[in-house]
């Protein structure tokens, strides 16, 4: 009795949450390096060095400068210098003697005024970049001035200090001076710090509507509405929601009109788990199809360095950069934007990524910063790839089979060598 059974490519993508026996047909249970389209799978992209540098401090925050009507600047940092990476393999010093190179950042534009990347690391000062020259900026009323977090709302610059509960806005339209605290601490019932401020834009029937959103240590998220935080017939609080406790001072991610918050226990897309109770998270996560794999890098890897979410429209993916242990080896889950699928990247030990010119590019711990997606082997090393597809009982349950040939369906370009086998 001789039948030819189909197994479709693992469009669905990589399930680490369905019982082995159970798993549907479209989705595989490995699925690394390949990249699961709408009906195939693909092997990823390689990557080249862009810029190398004179020593071999990691690069831990690559940064974008983008005004409104001149060309893009891509800046690394690393050790204690800020280099403009923006030609390739010609990295120039733009800022030496900073205290930490783990920095968080914005553009920003004030009304009439020139275009600024405003950095902080929670050591030095703020940083400005105005598309000559980079300065440091005085901030008076926040105590010691040193911040770690940074946010654009409704024309002013927020700015969140390290272990602290307050939040400091400049006025309007400023880059400097003067800043006015907001103390959240008497909200935050769980206690901790504040973590991060982020930006969620709503749309609540008469238009959208952007809300100020504070993510504290403990995963409380603080809502406010408004136009002024000076004027309280203008600024308001919306309430105060819990969510599992945020990963990293880049916990936030601006995805479209969403804003995504990297937790414990998943990646949450804020439009969904804030009318949600918390033992919810998990169904709404974007992560939830791979939710084993991800509490697992929780629970091992929340503490080190090096997670942040990222958008690379061209290929339509979404990338978690997820570090798998102190000496900076990295992996990355990574999501089809248009079907949700998920795939697991290995080869990128990046720190951090950055998009310069609609390209995607990281640094890594060796002093360089890499064009990602740019060739079929990573720098001179052959790509490796596996896929395990689900188990298939090919419509016959607890019927034996004997496999005598297997085809599988592979189009290349080039030479290569791949190896198949029948797990049973």
């Known amino acids: 009795d001789v039948a030819v059974k189909l197994a479709p490519s693992p469009i669905g993508g990589w399930d680490a949450i369905s019982p082995l026996a159970a798993m549907e047909a479209k989705y595989a249970s490995i699925l690394v390096n390949w990249v699961p ?5 693909e092997v990823r992209g390689g990557y080249n060095t862009w810029s190398q540098h004179p020593n071999a401090f990691s690069v831990e925050t ?8 001149s060309t893009e600047k891509l800046f690394a940092a690393q050790g204690t210098e800020i280099w403009d990476v923006s030609i390739y393999g010609v ?3 733009a800022v030496s003697g900073i205290g930490g190179s783990f920095y968080q950042y914005i553009n920003f534009t004030p009304a009439l005024g020139a275009s600024y990347l405003m950095v902080v690391n929670g050591i030095d000062q703020l940083r ?24 654009s709302f409704k024309r002013r610059v927020w700015l969140v200090p390290p272990a602290s509960t307050i939040a400091y806005f400049l006025g309007t339209d400023s880059i400097t001076g003067a800043a006015t605290a907001l103390d959240l601490g008497s909200f935050m019932t769980k206690g901790g710090t504040l973590m991060a401020m982020g930006t969620w834009t709503v749309d609540g029937g008469n238009g959208p ?19 002024d935080p000076t004027n309280a017939n203008a600024w308001a609080l919306v309430g105060t929601f819990d ?6 001072r880049r916990c936030f991610y601006r995805f479209g009109s969403d804003l995504l918050l990297i937790t414990q226990e998943g990646l949450i897309p804020v439009s969904q788990a804030l009318p949600f109770d918390p033992s919810a998270a998990r169904s709404v996560a974007l992560t ?18 090096g997670w942040q979410a990222i958008s690379f429209p061209l290929q339509s993916l979404l990338l978690l950069n997820v570090p798998q242990d102190a000496s900076q080896t990295r992996v990355q889950y990574v999501m089809n934007t248009i079907t949700g699928a998920w795939t697991q990247f290995q080869g990128w030990n990046a720190n951090c990524f950055e998009i310069f010119n609609d390209s995607l590019y990281f640094g890594d711990g060796l002093g360089n910063v890499n064009l990602a997606y740019t060739s079929g082997l990573d720098k001179v090393t052959s790509i490796f790839y596996d896929m395990k597809c689900a188990f298939n009982y090919f419509d016959e349950p607890g ?5 005598n040939m297997i085809r599988p369906f592979l189009i290349a370009d080039g030479t290569i060598t791949p190896n198949i086998q029948i797990d049973v």
Not at 212 to 217: G, H, I, K, R, Y
Not at 243 to 248: D, G
Not at 288 to 305: E, H, P, Y
């Open 37 to 41: 389209r709408t009906g195939w799978c």
């Open 91 to 93: 990295p120039s010093l």
């Open 243 to 248: 969510l599992p406790p945020p990963i990293s």
């Open 288 to 305: 939830n199809r791979i939710q084993n794999a991800m509490l697992v890098a929780a629970q091992f890897s929340k503490d080190f360095t």
């Open 128 to 151: 400005t970049f105005n598309g000559t020259v980079w300065a440091t900026q005085t901030i008076t009323g926040a105590g010691a001035a040193v911040f770690i977090g940074i946010n």
């Open 62 to 69: 690559l940064m974008t400068y983008r005004p409104p009507a």
């Open 399 to 403: 019927r034996l089979k004997n496999g």
């Open 209 to 227: 509507d952007d809300m100020a959103l504070f993510v504290t240590s403990r995963g409380q998220i603080i809502q406010y509405k408004g136009t």
